[in-house]
């Protein structure tokens, strides 16, 4: 997980009249807003099932937190290796963490907290960013540099079966992040990592779960040091949060040249997440505010995190739509990773 040093904002800097003015656009009031301290030195992503969320520790930690809905501490899936990426089934009955150090994909029944499958990705080693199509998993890997690629594991099949290196016409620096649309199986996207400038590709699913390259980003359109990608919904746009430009962008996945939408966020946009709906948009910057935006750049409301620093790719609704889950890690010492909770006013 990639952190980014720099001025923590106070928690006492939330008040109306302190945060007009700060960037573009007319702010509604935030919500009262909650932060949890967890028993994790670092955190690297954060899902809502509903009445539980997880938080996983990273590469170097070995546990996932399991909290309640607002925040408190209920459980933890520990001796894991590496918990970096998670993700949800659509039915949010399965939670999926990648385990990079490991080689292998852990699978854990939300219910009852216990595991219900290890995969090994064999030669896709350093498993670090997952997505889900259906009955298809995949999954960006890759531990070298030039050494990334995305693999698929077909959960339709008993026994799963495992497929790497299907990106096939272009390379990867490390493991590409990957995001998928809740509504639509047919496409997936892939962002290039730790290169200036970044790059996205739009892929096809085809019949049988083949990969197809439809389309790459214009030169310079995303901008530099990507850290985070989403895609609304039903697949047809695009987010983009990079270092620069300060601002997360939306892009239509037919066309990556022009931006539709753009989100300012202030320095080093750092996360972007669409709510379930794709009615509203979160971006956030790693030492700045948190937004929500409708998805034509409307902001609708905005908070601060106290504490620390937003971590990369570290947002997550509630599947109701009603909070927000922020993840942010203080660097200065205390090394104490903690879990926001933003009650979210409706649009």
Do not use: K
């Not at 300012?264 to 709906?277: F, I, L, N, Q």
């Amino acid at each position: 997980m990639q952190i980014r040093r720099g001025l923590t904002l106070a928690l006492a800097a939330l008040t109306a009249g302190l945060l007009t003015g700060a960037v573009p656009g007319h702010a509604r009031a935030a919500a009262a807003q909650t932060a949890t301290p967890l028993p994790l030195n670092t955190v690297a992503d954060v899902v809502s099932a509903g009445d539980r969320v997880f938080v996983s520790g990273g590469s170097s930690a070995t546990d996932v937190v399991v909290t309640s809905a607002t925040g408190t501490v209920v459980g933890t899936l520990s001796g894991l290796p590496g918990p970096t990426d998670l993700l949800l089934s659509a039915d949010r009955r399965t939670l999926y963490v990648a385990l990079p150090t490991a080689n292998a994909i852990a699978a854990f029944d939300t219910g009852s907290l216990l595991e219900s499958a290890r995969y090994d990705t064999g030669a896709g080693e350093c498993p670090s960013s997952l997505a889900l199509t259906g009955r298809y998993l995949w999954f960006g890997y890759g531990c070298d540099q030039w050494g990334g690629n995305i693999g698929q594991i077909d959960l339709g099949r008993q026994p799963a079966r495992l497929t790497t290196g299907m990106a096939t016409t272009q390379d990867f620096y490390g493991a590409p992040l990957l995001t998928a649309a809740s509504q639509n199986r047919s496409v997936l996207l892939a962002g290039q990592m730790s290169l200036s400038p970044a790059s996205v590709y739009a892929y096809a699913i085809g019949t049988g779960g083949t990969l197809t390259l439809l389309r790459a980003n214009d030169w310079t359109a995303i901008g530099s040091n990507l850290q985070d990608i989403a895609l609304d919904p039903t697949g047809t746009t695009l987010y983009t949060a990079a270092g620069a430009p300060y601002e997360v962008q939306a892009f239509p996945f037919a066309d990556i040249t022009t931006p539709s939408a753009i989100f300012p966020t202030g320095a080093y946009p750092a996360a972007v997440e669409p709510s379930r709906d794709g009615t509203r948009i979160a971006a956030a910057a790693d030492t700045s505010y948190l937004f929500v935006y409708r998805p034509d750049g409307t902001e609708l409301t905005r908070f601060v995190l106290g504490g620390g620093e937003l971590s990369r790719g570290g947002l997550a609704w509630s599947p109701n739509g009603a909070r927000l889950y922020a993840l942010s890690y203080d660097w200065t010492g205390r090394n104490q990773a903690t879990l926001h909770v933003l009650p979210v006013p409706a649009g």
